[in-house]
């Protein structure tokens, strides 16, 4: 085994064995874990390891308004704790000037885990997501080196950034690294369902059980993996023409026309509308959808078309079952957990 290699071993040993620790939450407690019934992440910790000053620098830069032309956007505009960092009855996001944007502002929460960013996938690393909605003419508006110019001429940066990196300079890579630290650290794993799939004595009720094993049936080849998403992007047949195209925006291949990212469903019960464009309103849609409204097109994925039928077949109780089960992934201690909040 070589050095890194052993290296890494021990610092994910050390993670996982954190992550068995119960917390006692005191708002102070700043520390990577990763959940026992999570894969490993995917975000490289080594070379931004998450740190308590980082952290706090992360998420003061993840609330300032400072950050948009106007002084009036913050990343937390559109992304509010209480909805699992969506911006819940939101359909599209709205950004400066109340301009509309294209498309729903997903949740930021389990970002470590995360291949790829954005629901095209246009981004492959964390730390390079912020720049994006920093310099979007419908979000923040602000050109990314006068955003850090504002930043550097804040006296309480300068020693924030002293704190978490060891000196008052203000670079661009410090600030994407600590936007990133406040964004690892948004895990959300404490949900009914994982307490009990953790064997923490939490029950879940019959029709619970049920519609967790039909969710495993019909739902869980793309919806996999106690994160929910596959990291890999489908055509869930919510059009035939397509207003946005989706996955093909990035790799022009014909085969991605209309594909998105999968996206998790944790705390699915809280952030609303759903889908890319946020065209559905309610779980109960969402489950007609699946049954019965899924629409042909030529990159419809397979599994939503099998034995000649359209659609995943699923009675009403069935469907009522799945919405019970989905409703367990709700992570109270995530959404009001007071270390993630605006200071
Ligand atoms: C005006 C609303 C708005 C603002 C402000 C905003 N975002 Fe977003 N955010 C979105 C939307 C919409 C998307 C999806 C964009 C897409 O897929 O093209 C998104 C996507 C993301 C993602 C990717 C999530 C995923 O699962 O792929 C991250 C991370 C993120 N934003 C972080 C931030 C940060 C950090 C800031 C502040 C610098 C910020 N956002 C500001 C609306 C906003
Ligand atoms: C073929 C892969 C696939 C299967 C099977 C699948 N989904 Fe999805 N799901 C997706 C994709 C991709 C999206 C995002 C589509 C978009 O926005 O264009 C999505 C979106 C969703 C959303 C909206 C999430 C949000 O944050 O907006 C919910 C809820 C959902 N699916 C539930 C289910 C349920 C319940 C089942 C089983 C009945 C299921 N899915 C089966 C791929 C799939």
New binding site residues.
């Given amino acids: 085994m070589n050095r890194s290699v052993l290296i890494g071993v021990l610092v994910f040993g050390l993670v996982v064995y954190g992550s068995s620790c119960n917390k006692e939450d005191d708002g102070n407690d700043v520390e990577f874990r990763v959940p026992s019934n999570f894969p490993s992440p995917t975000y490289n910790f080594t070379s931004n390891p998450v740190t308590k000053a980082g952290f706090e620098l992360g998420r003061k830069?993840?609330y300032d308004p400072l950050?948009?032309r106007d002084n009036t956007?913050?990343?937390?505009?559109?992304?509010i704790q209480t909805s699992a960092f969506t911006?819940h009855g939101h359909g599209?996001?709205?950004?400066?000037d109340d301009l509309l944007?294209?498309?729903?502002?997903?949740?930021?929460m389990n970002?470590a885990w995360?291949e790829?960013?954005?629901?095209?996938?246009?981004?492959h690393n964390?730390d390079l997501?912020?720049p994006?909605?920093?310099e979007?003419p419908?979000?923040?508006d602000l050109n990314f080196s006068v955003a850090l110019d504002k930043v550097r001429n804040n006296l309480d940066y300068k020693k924030m950034f002293k704190a978490a990196f060891g000196s008052e300079e203000v670079t661009s890579a410090k600030f994407l690294q600590a936007?990133s630290q406040f964004?690892n650290m948004l895990v959300s794993a404490n949900s009914r369902y994982d307490k009990y799939v953790r064997g923490e004595g939490e029950t879940l009720t019959s029709d619970e059980v049920e519609g967790l094993n039909l969710f495993k049936q019909k739902c869980s080849s793309c919806h996999s993996t106690d994160l929910f998403t596959d990291n890999e992007f489908h055509n869930n047949g919510l059009s035939l023409a397509f207003a946005d195209s989706g996955r093909y925006n990035i790799t022009l291949n014909p085969s991605d026309m209309g594909k998105f990212?999968t996206?998790?469903l944790r705390n699915i019960e809280k952030t609303k509308p759903y889908m890319?464009n946020g065209s559905i309103g309610s779980l109960e849609s969402v489950l007609n959808h699946y049954a019965s409204g899924v629409k042909q097109s030529a990159t419809l994925d397979p599994l939503l078309q099998q034995n000649g039928q359209l659609g995943i077949p699923m009675t009403e109780d069935e469907k009522a079952k799945i919405i019970l089960f989905l409703k367990t992934l709700t992570d109270t201690d995530f959404l009001t957990d007071r270390r993630f909040a605006e200071f």
């Avoid at 599209?92 to 400066?96: T, V």
């Avoid at 944007?101 to 930021?108: E, I, M, Q, T």
């Fill in positions: 830069l993840f950050l948009s956007i913050s990343c937390g505009s559109c992304h911006h599209l996001s709205h950004g400066i944007g294209k498309r729903n502002s997903p949740p930021v970002m995360s790829t960013f954005f629901w095209d996938g246009g981004v964390l997501v912020t994006n909605p920093i979007n419908v979000e923040m936007m964004m990212k996206p998790s890319h």
